[in-house]
T-cell receptor
Framework: RKEVEQDPGPFNVPEGATVAFNCTYS??????FFWYRQDCRKEPKLLMS???SGNEDGRFTAQLNRASQYISLLIRDSKLSDSATYLC????????FGKGTRLHILP | GAGVSQTPSNKVTEKGKYVELRCDPI?????LYWYRQSLGQGPEFLIY????????DSGLPNDRFFAVRPEGSVSTLKIQRTERGDSAVYLC??????????????FGPGTRLTVL
C-alpha cells in the first residue's frame, strides 16, 4: 500500500455542485494532515489543515478518520476558480505529498 | 513581505553537467525544505533543514544530489553529473516551525530543470 494515496481524477463537476474526495494514508502514527491546492504550473499553497474534530472554512470542509486512515475534503457550491489540483499531505516523521486529485469545474 | 524566491526559474543543461539551484526563504523562517515534482506527481521530499543543519536528507535520490544552507537562510541544491531523469520542477518551501511543529509551508515558484 502506498504511503499516501489519492484518486488522480479528473473530477469534472458542474459549477454549483458539491464535490468530495478522499486521501488514504498507511502510517497509523501520522500526526498532522493538510490539504494544499496547486494551480497549473504554480506552486502548492496551503488550503487548510485537517484537525481531528474536523474543520470548516467557508465552502470547504476537511475531516479526518483515524480509524480508517483517511482524510477528506468537501467543496460546496463549487466555483470555476476551484479548478485546480488538490494535494493531500501527511506528516509523521517526514512529510509526504499525495499525487493530487485534479478538479475541473464546468460552467 | 516577500515570499520564497527561487532562481533560476528555468534551467536547461546538458547531460553530465553540474547545476546549482538557489532558494531564498521567507525572512526568519528556520525550516527549509526542498522537493522535486515531476509531471502528474505530487512534490517528492528531498531534504529538510532546520537552521544551518540538514535535519533529514533521506529523500535525496543518490550522492549526486547535495544541498547546503551555510548561514541558515539561503539554500543551494547542487546536482552533479546531471541525468535526463533529473528533469523536473524543484520546489523550495520554508516554514516558521520545524517539522515537529507542523507549520504551514510556503512554497517558492520552483526551478524547472531540463536535462537534454
Amino acid at each position: 500500500r502506498k504511503e499516501v494515496e489519492q484518486d488522480p481524477g479528473p473530477f469534472n463537476v458542474p459549477e454549483g455542485a458539491t464535490v468530495a474526495f478522499n486521501c488514504t494514508y498507511s502510517n497509523s502514527a501520522s500526526q498532522s494532515f493538510f490539504w494544499y491546492r496547486q494551480d497549473c504550473r504554480k506552486e502548492p499553497k496551503l488550503l487548510m489543515s485537517v484537525y481531528s474534530s474536523g474543520n470548516e472554512d467557508g465552502r470547504f470542509t476537511a475531516q479526518l478518520n483515524r480509524a480508517s486512515q483517511y482524510i477528506s475534503l468537501l467543496i460546496r457550491d463549487s466555483k470555476l476558480s476551484d479548478s485546480a489540483t488538490y494535494l493531500c499531505v501527511v506528516k509523521d516523521d517526514k512529510i509526504i505529498f499525495g499525487k493530487g486529485t485534479r478538479l475541473h469545474i464546468l460552467p | 513581505g516577500a515570499g520564497v524566491s527561487q532562481t533560476p526559474s528555468n534551467k536547461v543543461t546538458e547531460k553530465g553537467k553540474y547545476v546549482e539551484l538557489r532558494c531564498d526563504p521567507i525572512s526568519g523562517h528556520t525550516a527549509l525544505y526542498w522537493y522535486r515534482q515531476s509531471l502528474g506527481q505530487g512534490p517528492e521530499f528531498l531534504i529538510y533543514f532546520q537552521g544551518t543543519g540538514a535535519a533529514d536528507d533521506s529523500g535525496l535520490p543518490n550522492d549526486r544530489f547535495f544541498a547546503v544552507r551555510p548561514e541558515g537562510s539561503v539554500s543551494t541544491l547542487k546536482i552533479q553529473r546531471t541525468e535526463r531523469g533529473d528533469s523536473a520542477v524543484y520546489l523550495c518551501a520554508s516554514s516558521s516551525k520545524g517539522l515537529a511543529g507542523g507549520g504551514e509551508q510556503f512554497f517558492g515558484p520552483g526551478t524547472r530543470l531540463t536535462v537534454l
